[in-house]
């Protein structure tokens, strides 16, 4: 069964001083998920927000309209000029991520400490 999709938005600073927008989510992330992952992200001010981290640390799974979601987002934010970064995926999903070609629009890593100091 699916766990609903949760997010909310941390404002942080990166390590060069920098405002970091970060998306936390949690549960699935699916055809439902709409709101939970463009909404959230389209609210951001685009004026300030220009550097984003995408935290999956508490997703447990992502189906592949999760994943259309997740590609929507990026493309909108890549237009934006926004720099986007990924962290907190499980080793199955940073190999479908990497394969989909998401990394063309955003980096991966493993934690938020490596995906800050990417920024």
Do not use: W
């Not at 766990?3 to 970060?22: C, F, I, M, N």
């Not at 997703?59 to 934006?80: C, F, K, P, W």
């Amino acid at each position: 069964m699916q766990t609903e999709t949760k997010s909310r938005v941390d404002q942080l600073t990166s390590p060069a001083g920098h405002a970091v927008a970060v998306l936390r989510f949690e549960g699935d992330i699916a055809s439902t998920s709409k709101d939970a992952v463009l909404g959230v992200y389209q609210t951001l001010p685009r004026e300030t927000a220009r550097l984003i981290l995408l935290d999956f640390t508490k997703v447990d799974y992502i189906n592949s309209s999760g994943i259309a979601l997740v590609i929507q987002l990026l493309i909108e934010a890549s237009r934006a000029g926004q720099k986007v970064c990924a962290f907190g995926l499980s080793p199955h999903f940073t190999k479908v991520f990497t394969m989909v070609g998401i990394t063309k629009y955003a980096g991966l890593f493993p934690g938020e400490a490596e995906a800050m100091a990417a920024l």
